[in-house]
Every structure is written in structure tokens, then in C-alpha cells.
């Protein structure tokens, strides 16, 4: 796999700072251009006798036949964005769903309805929608469409409507994977190695999720601990005239390492801590995938050996088995389609996200 793509030469004979060696390379092109674009932003507090919640507003400009405007203005809140998950997921049980923000985001870190709680959400529930947009089959969801377009009395009309039959046959598969124990029989190759793959990668992901928190703690003590020094030097400097200039000479070069500073952890809980923390819930939304998967199969094996059990009613489990198979073909074939292009996103925000922490740790130095 090729991460990067040199596009420059360098000259042995010409001086090159570490940054501009980063500069020097690019990545591959992004997706292609879209005819949908969605944006999340303004978000305000609403205060009830019940509840304390925050609403977004949800801005959606497309050029589709089958929207009825060109632009829509909505407001949602968390748990519209929570349906809307679910009947994703409901739909479309084999393809991978974007991940959510959990209801309390960095617990522990921020306070909930604090500012940086609530932008940390914003940008999350921004990059959920637009994650769902650039997706080939997700894009064109009904349930979707009505998030994007309906005002709020007509949304909340629509979430109170009954299960349709995708979810009816969602609880039928969940209602016989339950009876079923042990794994299947007959799973392909190709299901085992993605599981196998994504044990591994959990693992991974979620080493390098704490590493970085506590890089990020590490790196939030030391600035709040060398930040005191700058006035206290200062303040000395006024006492001590022989060493005066030295001292503010200091306090001068304390301030530059905590501007630095600053802004290195900025390109931390900016860009490295989401992107992990995404892929972290990704790892878990992959696990459940392959597990829906292995349910559809089970529910086939399960009438399989029902057939071979029967002598009567032949011809009635051989046109159920035939339809399961086609659903359990179907299934596969979502997934794998789906697995490979996760795979390449994934490849290409870890490239680029690795890429701006290195860039921006060179920047800190040469500060």
C-alpha cells in the first residue's frame, strides 16, 4: 500500500528544514465531487420543566431530482440523530453505519453543555451526516432524506410510525441468532480473515486511543505548570537589576514554549483524538456487522437443518431456504463491497491524520 506520493525531487546541495520535507509530499485525491452537501452548525440550548437539551441546525443544498428545493434548514437534536442511526441500521444490517458521538463525549474531560463539549459534538454529528452523504448506498435512504427535509412536528410524526417489514425481519433474525449457539458452520474464508482483522485492530486502535490521551494530559500539565513561570520571572527580573535582562530574556523564551505548546495540543484534541476515538467506535460497529452477517447465515443453516429433519412440508422450506440464500448473498455482497472502501478510508484518514501530528510536532520545534 502506497501512503504517500513524492512529487518533488530533492536537491542534496539546497538546505531542507524537516517541515518542508513534509510539504514536499501529498496525498492521493479525495473523494469525488458530490451533489449533496450538509452542514451542522448554530447550536442553542432549549430549557424545559423536564429537560435541558441542544439543538443544531442542519443545512442541506443539493442538486437531486428527488428533493423537492434545492436548500433545507432544519433543527435536530442528539436523539434525532440517534434515530436516525437506527434506521440505518435497521435497513441496512450488513453495511457500515458511521459512528455516533456516545452521550457524554470525553467523559471526564469536558463538562457536558460546556462549550468545548458541545463543539466536540457538533463537529461529530457534522462528520456523521457528511459520512452518510458520501455513501454509495446510505446516501439515497429514505429515513435519510426525511432527517435532511422534514420540519420537527413532521419528523416526530414519522419516528412514531410502526417497525416496517425491514425491521420485522430484523427482529426475526435477531429472535433466531439467539437460539442459535456457536458459530456458523459454513462461514466464507473472506468473513473469518475480516474478523480476524478487526480483532486486531481494535486492539490496536484502542492502545493508541490511550496513548494519546495521555499524551494529550501530559502535554495539558506541563503547559499549565510552565505557563506560571513567564510572571514569576518577570516579577523577578524587577528586584534584581544586574540580572535583570536575563531574566526577562527568560520569560520571554517561557512564553514562546507555552504559544507553542498551545498550539500543538490544539493539533491534538483537533485532529488526532477524534479521528482515533471515530475509529475506535468503528472497530465496535464493524465487530456488530460481522455479527449481523453470521446471524442472516445462521437463520439459513437453522432452516437447513429443519429441511433435513422434515418429511413433510418440502417444498414449503425449499422456497424459504431459496430466499434466504438470496438474502444471505445479498448480505455478503453489501459487506464486501462496503468492507473495501471502509478499508481505504480508513488507510487514508490515518495517513493524513499521522501526517499533521508529525508536521505540526516539526513546527513546535523549530518554534
Known sequence: DTSLTEVNSFSPS???????MINQYKFEDGPELRDLFITVDDPESHITAIETFITYRVVTKTTRGEF???????????????????????????????????????????????????ETRRKALHKFLNR?????????????????????????????????????????????????????????????????????????????????????????????????YGPIHTLWSASEEDIADSLKGIAGCIDCCCRATEKRMAGLSEHLLPILHEYVLYSEILMGVLKRRDQIQGELECKVDALASKKTEKDLFSEEIGKL???????????????????????????????????????????
Do not use: C
Not at 437534536?77 to 450488513?94: G, I, M, N, V
Not at 429515513?143 to 412536528?153: E, R, Y
Not at 442459535?180 to 478487526?198: H, I, L, Q, S
Open 325 to 367: 440464500e438470496d438474502k444471505v448473498e445479498r448480505a455478503n455482497n453489501a459487506l464486501k463491497a462496503d468492507w473495501d472502501r471502509w478499508k481505504q478510508n480508513m488507510q487514508w484518514d490515518m495517513r493524513s491524520t499521522f501526517a499533521n501530528v508529525a508536521e505540526n510536532n516539526l513546527r513546535y520545534y523549530e518554534e
Open 132 to 228: 452518510i452523504a458520501d455513501h454509495p448506498t446510505l446516501t439515497f435512504n429514505e429515513d435519510f432524506k426525511i432527517f435532511l427535509t422534514a420540519q420537527a412536528w413532521e419528523l416526530s410524526s414519522h419516528k412514531k410510525q410502526g417497525p416496517g417489514l425491514l425491521s420485522r425481519m430484523g427482529q426475526t433474525i435477531r429472535a433466531v441468532a439467539s437460539s442459535v449457539r456457536g458459530a456458523v458452520k459454513n462461514r466464507p474464508e473472506m468473513f473469518t480473515d475480516m474478523n480476524n482483522y478487526m480483532e486486531t485492530f481494535s486492539q490496536k486502535i484502542n492502545l493508541l486511543d490511550k496513548i494519546a490521551h495521555r499524551i494529550y494530559k501530559e502535554e495539558r500539565d506541563y503547559f499549565n505548570e510552565m505557563k506560571e
Open 14 to 20: 539546497v538546505p531542507i528544514s524537516p517541515s518542508s
Open 68 to 118: 423537492d428545493s434545492s436548500e433545507y434548514e432544519v433543527r435536530r437534536r442528539y436523539q434525532d440523530f440517534l434515530w436516525l442511526k437506527s434506521k440505518l441500521e435497521e435497513a441496512h444490517p450488513t453495511l457500515i453505519i458511521p459512528p455516533l458521538p456516545e452521550k457524554f463525549i470525553m467523559k471526564g474531560m469536558v463538562e457536558r453543555f460546556s462549550d468545548e463539549f458541545i
